[in-house]
């Protein structure tokens, strides 16, 4: 009996110390131009919220659900699924921003984790005292049902605070949009658009196992700030409006099938239709047609780096190497820091040097290292930018900083298998005082 006792308190406390849920693996969108609409909405409420805008970055998830998170209090995650719902409502998306700015200015994420050891320690105490009284009672049963028991507490815990964060995040959001004299209208509309997702399932939902609260109590809260509402709300500035609808305009026509966005985009001079066609021809593909639309839109915004990166991409994912360069160049002249430029400007450089194109030019190689660099500066999980690095390595024939680069992209896909090999063949290829040694030496390390 006493190692059944032992086997079901060693299995409770493991599955407790996993109360957290993993993060699974999402699947992220890098585009400068969908960020940049989204960093112009965020920048004002940011600044209110008394945060550096720069130190916020805004991402992309490709994921159909309507979510949102906040990750690391630096950055802020929204699904596509959740933008294309309000994909023509930019007031809508500003009010799910400032929920989330409302967690940062909170400390919601460092306060979870203490909130997570406390109700750790309290349902481990619980799970003592309730297995000692069954333990005394000879009774392993009773013990299953303490570790059943105390399990739930300690879950229904931390829904309970959640659902407090989410009150509290609802709470500054409508005094975050109050400073920069925004109606929050459009948190009123994301809510209701959940509502109506609840509204089928209202019966069997217990709001006891919520980590939000249901939302027609979260509209009661907004729709009663709105009654009292002692200022003259604003517009969103016309300028970060057509920002917002360009961007979402692209990011439907990349996500959607391009027969859908052909046949619901009409035939009109609008720059924001055209580049949706431009995009759905692209996908087909249609290269010729597609270019030429990209010309009308280059034509009419020559400085646009956005238009001038997208020409690129058709060229370079047509075989069109050279001429991608050039378009891909202009666009980094225009915005030397935009990662996505960068990071594409960077893959067109070393397929120059591509065998197939008879072009060994050793200073696109060193120019790309240098971009890549710097993406993976900003962005070190990157896993093009990486495998990038990696590919520009191998044709400069550094074959042990390559494998020492391909090790890092396998641990960071959880293979360590796969990193353990490309570790070992990095340290028997690099002298042992090599800048790359480190991270072989940790990387082997960390897989022991």
Do not use: W
């Not at 992309?60 to 294309?84: E, M, P, R, W, Y």
């Not at 396998?410 to 800048?435: D, M, T």
Request: aromatic share 6%; with cysteine; net charge positive.
């Amino acid at each position: 009996m006493l190692k059944k006792l032992c086997y079901i308190i060693f299995v409770y406390i493991f599955l407790l110390l996993c109360l957290v849920q993993k993060a699974s693996a999402i699947a992220l969108i890098t585009d400068d131009e969908i960020e940049s609409s989204l960093k112009k909405l965020a920048t004002p409420l940011l600044l209110a919220a008394n945060i550096n805008p720069n130190n916020i970055s805004i991402r992309l998830v490709q994921d159909k659900s309507a979510n949102a998170f906040v990750a690391d209090n630096k950055n802020i995650f929204l699904n596509t699924g959740l933008l294309l719902a309000f994909s023509d409502t930019p007031e809508a998306i500003l009010g799910i921003l400032a929920h989330e700015i409302g967690h940062i200015k909170a400390g919601h994420l460092l306060r979870n984790q203490e909130k997570l050891s406390q109700v750790r320690k309290a349902t481990i105490t619980s799970l003592i005292l309730a297995t000692a009284a069954a333990v005394a009672g000879g009774n392993p049963d009773g013990v299953a049902a303490a570790v059943i028991g105390s399990s739930h507490i300690g879950e229904r815990e931390m829904l309970r605070h959640s659902r407090e964060n989410e009150e509290t995040a609802d709470q500054i959001a409508v005094t975050l949009l109050k400073k920069i004299n925004i109606s929050p209208q459009g948190l009123v509309k994301v809510l209701e658009y959940f509502k109506q997702r609840e509204l089928a399932s209202y019966d069997s939902i217990n709001p006891y196992t919520l980590t939000h609260p249901i939302s027609r109590e979260r509209l009661t809260f907004i729709r009663n700030y709105l009654h009292n509402l002692n200022y003259s709300p604003v517009s969103i500035s016309p300028a970060i409006k057509e920002s917002f609808m360009r961007s979402m305009k692209k990011l439907k026509a990349f996500l959607e099938p391009s027969d859908i966005t052909l046949n619901s985009t009409p035939s009109n001079d609008s720059i924001n239709d055209i580049y949706a066609r431009a995009i759905a021809l692209f996908k087909l593909p249609d290269l010729k047609k597609a270019i030429n639309l990209m010309k009308i839109l280059t034509t009419r915004e020559p400085n646009n780096p956005y238009f001038l990166e997208f020409t690129g991409q058709i060229l370079f994912e047509n075989g069109h190497i050279q001429d991608s360069i050039k378009y891909y160049e202009n666009a980094h002249k225009l915005l030397p820091k935009a990662l996505g430029i960068k990071l594409g400007l960077s893959i067109a450089l070393i397929a120059s040097t591509d065998n197939n194109h008879h072009i060994h030019n050793s200073a696109n190689l060193n120019q790309a290292i240098s971009y890549l660099k710097q993406v993976l500066e900003q962005e070190d999980d990157n896993l093009l930018a990486l495998r990038s690095l990696a590919i520009a390595y191998g044709r400069q024939g550094q074959i042990g900083i390559a494998n020492a680069i391909l090790a890092n992209i396998a641990l960071l896909n959880g293979n360590a298998q796969e990193a353990i090999k490309f570790a070992k063949l990095a340290s028997n290829q690099l002298p042992k005082n090599h800048p790359y040694m480190f991270k072989v030496k940790d990387i082997l390390n960390s897989v022991k």
